[in-house]
C-alpha cells in the first residue's frame, strides 16, 4: 500500500481567508465598542434626577397648584403662528401680568424651554416660540408666583391647543 502525498504549494497566512475572518470577528466588536461609547459620551442621559428624593417629597405641592387651576376653572388656548405664541386664560380670578410656559422634551432633559409671555390685553398673553424639535412636547403654564398650574401634551404640527384645569384624574 502506497501513500500518496499531495503537493501543495506553499502559500503565505496573509493570503488565506480564514485568519482574516478570524481576526475580523474580535475587530468589529473593538469598533462597535468605541461607537457605543462615543454615542454615550455625546448623548446625556437625563432620565435621573440627581434630587430625585426632594422632588417626590415636592409631588403634593404641584398636585395643589394643579387642584388649584381646577378650582379656579383655569383654561388656556394656546395661538401658534410662525415664531409667534399667543396665549388666552379664561376662568374666575385676577389674571398676573405674565405666564411661564415650559416646553418639556418627554425624554431629553436637555432639550427642554422656557418662554414669559407677557399680558396683551385682559387674559391674553404674547410671546417668542424658542427653537424646538418636531415632535411631541409637554407643556406647563403657570403664573410666575407658582399658585397654579396648568398641563397639557402638545405636538409642533399643531396651531392650536385648549388646556382645561379640570383634567385632573
Not at 469598533?31 to 459620551?41: D, E, K, P, R, S
Request: hydrophobic share 45%.
Amino acid at each position: 500500500m502506497t501513500t500518496r502525498t499531495i503537493d501543495r504549494p506553499n502559500v503565505r497566512w496573509y493570503r488565506e481567508p480564514w485568519p482574516w475572518i478570524l481576526l475580523g470577528l474580535p475587530a468589529s466588536v473593538v469598533v462597535a465598542g468605541i461607537a457605543t461609547l462615543v454615542i454615550a459620551i455625546k448623548n446625556e442621559d437625563g432620565l435621573v434626577a440627581e434630587d430625585y428624593y426632594k422632588q417626590g417629597l415636592a409631588i403634593n405641592r404641584v398636585i395643589e397648584r394643579e387642584s388649584r387651576a381646577a378650582e379656579m376653572g383655569l383654561m388656556a388656548r394656546m395661538l401658534v403662528a410662525d415664531r409667534n405664541v399667543r396665549l388666552s386664560l379664561e376662568g374666575s380670578g385676577e389674571f398676573p401680568d405674565r405666564v411661564m410656559v415650559r416646553f418639556v422634551h418627554p425624554t431629553r432633559a436637555g432639550e427642554d424651554r422656557e418662554i414669559v409671555l407677557m399680558a396683551i390685553g385682559s387674559g391674553w398673553y404674547q410671546g417668542s416660540l424658542p427653537a424646538l424639535a418636531q415632535g411631541r412636547w409637554h407643556l406647563q403654564i403657570e403664573d410666575a408666583m407658582s399658585t397654579w398650574r396648568l398641563t397639557g401634551t402638545w405636538v409642533t404640527s399643531q396651531k392650536s391647543l385648549l388646556i382645561s384645569g379640570a383634567q385632573l384624574p
